[in-house]
């Protein structure tokens, strides 16, 4: 044992070296003097940033500490990283847990920023400080002001009134992703739908870019990229006008099928269509329509969609088929939808699986108008095919076309009777971004009773969010009660006017806050172009597949109309997404309210930061869901404190200087191989870490090879991404400096081939012995080598093998 060893005590070798990096500026990139000239060396590594509406739990361990092994890598081969840090601190979750703790949101917010910067150091993470931002920091939120009136200028951001999901309790609107089961996600109040005047993005004008561009995104996870295609939602088919009478007007409906108009036997709105209420005005079960309608428009999207249970209401009146004249009966159904098409669909129950169960539940009629070309149709069923030799019958005119030729001609035919025409419809809606409530970036407009809807001038920003007492909703924007904020002069004409008191969704803020941290101190505009350019896009981008549609979307969004106004010079912002999975404990996803919380510091201050990063990505495949042992982290703190005596032994022993030409050096060159190889090119972190502890096993195998030393040094270099504090501290103990900047070692190539192999050989199946065998020898050696074992001859008796089968460098098997 060597001397001078002391015990391994990770708290306080933590403090010390955090302190180091600290002192040193070890992990601050700053910007090239020169962008456009600067080496293109560079890696740009961001995770999502965090809500500061608590501490850290051990999704942001796992994800942080992802982003920490790739940014450790990256430096030390060679690259400059920029990794930055900051908060996205406006929006629901943080109100939410101002309201919840008690105290304002800006003093509670602060709070948990401070906390959760406390945890970010202690866990070592090598973060850029220079470049921290917080999205509801006057600096921040007046450039995302500046950029919602860029987008106002080219028309992207627009006003208009819109049914909404209200939640009743939080006092907003919500997203439809931010419904469930009819109930808010946050607070399990059932949503109601209003009409307000709301604020919008126009994203729908990105749709066919937002698809056709997917092709840059080959270093994204298919799921996503399916995702996303599913929610933009482009198809091709026809919009068809069904006449009503009561009305005297044509109801527009999209169809991708409209090979199968002439067997819509019934028409059906979505809850949310406008003619609803009309119906329910004149219909003698009106108040039931409007039960109905206010029940079924609470629901998601998604849960209305795939509900199986059909349900909805007859209005008692009719609509005509186009094609035919037939009289068909108006339904109000949740299944159909007001974010897809029109609102309002044509039922084919004869060739549509939802439209069938309607069909039988509530009595219906069903014609079949499609049938195989080779046979005809199975009754009791709905017959959904898209074959483009499925022929067309009780179809008029058109009988015997085929799907694909009657889709064209029918839509033709109703063009030119002015009923139809070709369109291609996108399932994808316009971003709604006003939120009533009073934590969240304020729209920079003002309304004025002469000019109408007025930008701020951008002399006048930030347009400052006001500090107030009562900020909990109560119907309206908390904003609207602040008279003297509200109460402004018009830019325009300069009489009065009134400022604009919805604020924005948070999701706005994350939207560019990645371009923000190129040029977090510019104070002439939200990011240099030079400078931007230069970063971006982002090489590696993790985070979690929740948010996949929302974010990731957005984000794409924004940097699209950007590149189109000129401030950026690419199309994607993120290049390489890596989506890490879920940790459970006790088969469940970690909550408070579940009681299966884990906090870092907890294990921190019993095992130190080092062995929970170690345990955190050794537990499994890092893009998988895991369950958490509560053994784990003090297995990787005894392998940490194994380590600390393995290195303490070898500065007993005189370093040789040999680095090649033993089985330990073999050892250590495979395992330089292996660990950068997963982390570069396969992007896996469990099987590093088992690299290295066999590296480390080894070592303790064989303590007098003489490349000992160079073990021991590369074990430690190469634990150094996971478990930094330790591996500086035992770098420094070998008399090395600075293992931060060290560059990552290099296998020596000549020393991964083997001298020598394990020959297997087997008699009859059964391994009968293990040969130690020169690298390469031709079969016949291999063969004669096998027979002279003695093992091998008592199972062969003196006989002569019927079959012998080889394997080169690996195996001989006798069959007698």
Same mark, same amino acid.
């Given at each position: 044992?060597?001397?001078?060893?002391?015990?391994?005590?990770?708290?306080?070798?933590?403090?010390?070296?955090?302190?180091?990096?600290?002192?040193?500026?070890?992990?601050?990139?700053?910007?090239?003097?020169?962008?456009?000239?600067?080496?293109?060396?560079?890696?740009?590594?961001?995770?999502?940033?965090?809500?500061?509406?608590?501490?850290?739990?051990?999704?942001?361990?796992?994800?942080?500490?992802?982003?920490?092994?790739?940014?450790?890598?990256?430096?030390?081969?060679?690259?400059?990283?920029?990794?930055?840090?900051?908060?996205?601190?406006?929006?629901?979750?943080?109100?939410?847990?101002?309201? *919840?703790?008690?105290?304002?949101?800006?003093?509670?917010?602060?709070?948990?920023?401070?906390?959760?910067?406390?945890?970010?150091?202690?866990?070592?993470?090598?973060?850029?400080?220079?470049?921290?931002?917080?999205?509801?920091?006057?600096?921040?939120?007046?450039?995302?002001?500046?950029?919602?009136?860029?987008?106002?200028?080219?028309?992207?951001?627009?006003?208009?009134?819109?049914?909404?999901?209200?939640?009743?309790?939080?006092?907003?609107?919500?997203?439809?992703?931010?419904?469930?089961?009819?109930?808010?996600?946050?607070?399990?109040?059932? $949503?109601?739908?209003?009409?307000?005047?709301?604020?919008?993005?126009?994203?729908?004008?990105?749709?066919? *870019?937002?698809?056709?561009?997917?092709?840059?995104?080959?270093?994204?996870?298919?799921?996503?990229?399916?995702?996303?295609?599913?929610?933009?939602?482009?198809?091709?088919?026809?919009?068809?006008?069904?006449?009503?009478?009561?009305?005297?007007?044509?109801?527009?409906?999209?169809?991708?099928?409209?090979?199968?108009?002439?067997?819509?036997?019934?028409?059906?709105?979505?809850?949310?269509?406008?003619?609803?209420?009309? &119906?329910?005005?004149?219909?003698?079960?009106?108040?039931?329509?409007?039960?109905?309608?206010?029940?079924? +428009?609470?629901?998601?999207?998604?849960?209305?969609?795939?509900?199986?249970?059909?349900?909805?209401?007859?209005?008692?009146?009719?609509?005509?088929?186009?094609?035919?004249?037939?009289?068909?009966?108006?339904?109000? +159904?949740?299944?159909?939808?007001?974010?897809?098409?029109?609102?309002?669909?044509?039922?084919?129950?004869?060739?549509?699986?939802?439209?069938?169960?309607?069909?039988?539940?509530?009595?219906?009629?069903?014609?079949?108008?499609?049938?195989?070309?080779?046979?005809?149709?199975?009754?009791?069923?709905?017959?959904?095919?898209?074959?483009?030799?499925?022929?067309?019958?009780?179809?008029?005119?058109?009988?015997?076309?085929?799907?694909?030729?009657?889709?064209?001609?029918?839509?033709?035919?109703?063009?030119?009777?002015?009923?139809?025409?070709?369109?291609?419809?996108?399932?994808?809606?316009?971003?709604?971004?006003?939120?009533?409530?009073?934590?969240?970036?304020?729209?920079?407009?003002?309304?004025?009773?002469?000019?109408?809807?007025?930008?701020?001038?951008?002399?006048?920003?930030?347009?400052?969010?006001?500090?107030?007492?009562?900020?909990?909703?109560?119907?309206?924007?908390?904003?609207?009660?602040?008279?003297?904020?509200?109460?402004?002069?018009?830019?325009?004409?300069?009489?009065?006017?009134?400022?604009?008191?919805?604020?924005?969704?948070?999701?706005?803020?994350?939207?560019?806050?990645?371009?923000?941290?190129?040029?977090?101190?510019?104070?002439?505009?939200?990011?240099?172009?030079?400078?931007?350019?230069?970063?971006?896009?982002?090489?590696?981008?993790?985070?979690?597949?929740?948010?996949?549609?929302?974010?990731?979307?957005?984000? *794409?969004?924004?940097?699209?109309?950007?590149?189109?106004?000129?401030? $950026?010079? &690419?199309?994607?912002?993120?290049?390489?997404?890596?989506?890490?999975?879920?940790?459970?404990?006790?088969?469940?996803?970690?909550?408070?309210?579940?009681?299966?919380?884990?906090?870092?510091?907890?294990?921190?201050?019993?095992?130190?930061?080092?062995?929970?990063?170690?345990?955190?990505?050794?537990?499994?495949?890092?893009?998988?869901?895991?369950?958490?042992?509560?053994?784990?982290?003090?297995?990787?703190?005894?392998?940490?404190?194994?380590?600390?005596?393995?290195?303490?032994?070898?500065?007993?022993?005189?370093?040789?200087?040999?680095?090649?030409?033993?089985?330990?050096? *073999?050892?250590?060159?495979?395992?330089?191989?292996?660990?950068?190889?997963?982390?570069?090119?396969?992007?896996?972190?469990?099987?590093?870490?088992?690299?290295?502890?066999?590296?480390?096993?080894?070592?303790?195998?064989?303590?007098?090879?003489?490349?000992?030393? &160079?073990?021991?040094?590369?074990?430690?270099?190469?634990?150094?991404?996971?478990?930094?504090?330790?591996?500086?501290?035992?770098?420094?103990?070998?008399?090395?400096?600075?293992?931060?900047?060290?560059?990552?070692?290099?296998?020596?190539?000549?020393?991964?081939?083997?001298?020598?192999?394990?020959?297997?050989?087997?008699?009859?199946?059964?391994?009968?012995?293990?040969?130690?065998?020169?690298?390469?020898?031709?079969?016949?050696?291999?063969?004669?080598?096998?027979?002279?074992?003695?093992?091998?001859?008592?199972?062969?008796?003196?006989?002569?093998?019927?079959?012998?089968?080889? $394997?080169?460098?690996?195996?001989?098997?006798?069959?007698?």
């Amino acid at each position: 044992m060597h001397r001078d060893m002391d015990a391994y005590e990770p708290q306080a070798i933590e403090r010390k070296w955090q302190e180091v990096w600290d002192q040193a500026d070890a992990y601050v990139t700053p910007n090239p003097d020169d962008p456009a000239h600067a080496e293109a060396r560079k890696a740009y590594v961001l995770e999502m940033l965090p809500y500061p509406s608590g501490e850290l739990h051990m999704g942001h361990v796992l994800n942080y500490t992802l982003g920490d092994v790739v940014s450790h890598h990256r430096r030390r081969t060679g690259w400059s990283v920029l990794r930055p840090m900051g908060y996205d601190a406006f929006g629901l979750p943080a109100e939410n847990a101002a309201i *919840r703790d008690g105290g304002h949101p800006r003093e509670v917010t602060n709070r948990n920023i401070s906390a959760i910067r406390r945890q970010i150091k202690r866990m070592g993470w090598s973060i850029d400080w220079t470049r921290e931002v917080g999205t509801h920091e006057p600096e921040y939120y007046r450039w995302t002001q500046w950029l919602f009136l860029k987008l106002y200028d080219m028309g992207l951001a627009y006003r208009k009134q819109a049914p909404v999901k209200w939640c009743p309790k939080d006092q907003t609107v919500l997203a439809n992703e931010q419904v469930v089961e009819g109930r808010c996600e946050r607070c399990g109040t059932e $949503v109601e739908t209003r009409n307000l005047e709301q604020w919008m993005f126009k994203i729908t004008d990105y749709a066919d *870019r937002l698809l056709d561009d997917m092709a840059l995104l080959e270093s994204w996870p298919e799921r996503v990229l399916t995702m996303q295609r599913n929610w933009i939602g482009r198809s091709e088919g026809g919009e068809i006008l069904f006449r009503i009478e009561e009305f005297d007007e044509d109801v527009p409906v999209f169809t991708t099928r409209p090979d199968t108009l002439f067997g819509a036997t019934f028409f059906v709105l979505a809850p949310e269509h406008p003619l609803v209420e009309r &119906f329910a005005e004149l219909a003698d079960n009106g108040e039931e329509i409007r039960a109905y309608a206010r029940h079924a +428009a609470a629901k998601k999207s998604e849960e209305r969609a795939a509900n199986e249970d059909k349900t909805g209401v007859f209005t008692g009146f009719y609509a005509t088929n186009p094609v035919n004249g037939a009289k068909i009966p108006i339904w109000v +159904a949740d299944y159909v939808l007001m974010d897809y098409g029109t609102g309002a669909i044509m039922a084919v129950p004869a060739h549509d699986d939802r439209d069938y169960a309607f069909a039988e539940k509530f009595g219906l009629d069903i014609t079949h108008v499609i049938r195989p070309a080779d046979g005809e149709v199975a009754d009791g069923v709905a017959y959904v095919s898209s074959s483009p030799t499925d022929v067309l019958v009780n179809s008029g005119a058109f009988d015997g076309l085929s799907s694909p030729d009657a889709k064209s001609k029918i839509v033709e035919d109703l063009e030119g009777r002015g009923l139809g025409k070709q369109t291609i419809n996108f399932r994808l809606r316009d971003w709604l971004l006003s939120r009533q409530r009073y934590w969240g970036c304020p729209i920079p407009i003002v309304h004025c009773a002469s000019c109408g809807v007025v930008p701020v001038p951008e002399s006048e920003l930030p347009v400052l969010l006001p500090e107030i007492e009562d900020y909990v909703p109560k119907g309206k924007s908390p904003l609207a009660a602040a008279e003297d904020w509200v109460a402004t002069t018009c830019p325009s004409c300069g009489g009065p006017a009134s400022r604009e008191t919805d604020t924005m969704d948070t999701f706005v803020d994350s939207s560019w806050y990645f371009l923000r941290y190129t040029d977090p101190t510019n104070d002439q505009a939200p990011f240099g172009r030079d400078v931007v350019d230069y970063w971006l896009p982002v090489n590696q981008y993790i985070g979690g597949i929740e948010h996949a549609i929302l974010h990731l979307m957005y984000a *794409r969004f924004f940097t699209k109309a950007l590149y189109d106004a000129g401030l $950026v010079g &690419f199309k994607e912002p993120f290049a390489r997404l890596f989506n890490q999975g879920m940790i459970y404990r006790y088969g469940a996803k970690m909550s408070k309210s579940k009681g299966n919380v884990v906090s870092p510091d907890e294990l921190i201050e019993r095992f130190g930061a080092d062995a929970l990063r170690l345990y955190i990505l050794f537990m499994g495949p890092a893009d998988q869901d895991k369950e958490w042992q509560d053994t784990g982290v003090e297995g990787t703190h005894r392998f940490l404190q194994r380590l600390w005596r393995v290195v303490h032994e070898d500065l007993d022993r005189e370093p040789t200087g040999v680095t090649t030409g033993t089985p330990l050096a *073999r050892k250590a060159h495979e395992t330089i191989l292996r660990v950068g190889d997963d982390i570069e090119r396969r992007f896996v972190f469990n099987t590093p870490v088992a690299a290295v502890m066999e590296l480390v096993n080894e070592i303790s195998r064989t303590p007098d090879d003489p490349a000992s030393r &160079f073990a021991v040094e590369t074990a430690v270099s190469l634990i150094h991404p996971y478990a930094p504090h330790i591996a500086e501290e035992l770098w420094e103990r070998l008399g090395r400096e600075r293992l931060w900047a060290e560059p990552w070692p290099v296998a020596d190539e000549s020393q991964l081939v083997k001298d020598t192999v394990e020959l297997v050989v087997q008699v009859n199946g059964k391994v009968r012995d293990k040969i130690t065998v020169a690298t390469g020898l031709p079969e016949a050696d291999l063969i004669a080598t096998a027979r002279a074992s003695e093992k091998v001859q008592a199972h062969l008796g003196g006989a002569e093998p019927k079959k012998t089968f080889v $394997v080169p460098d690996k195996l001989v098997s006798f069959v007698v």
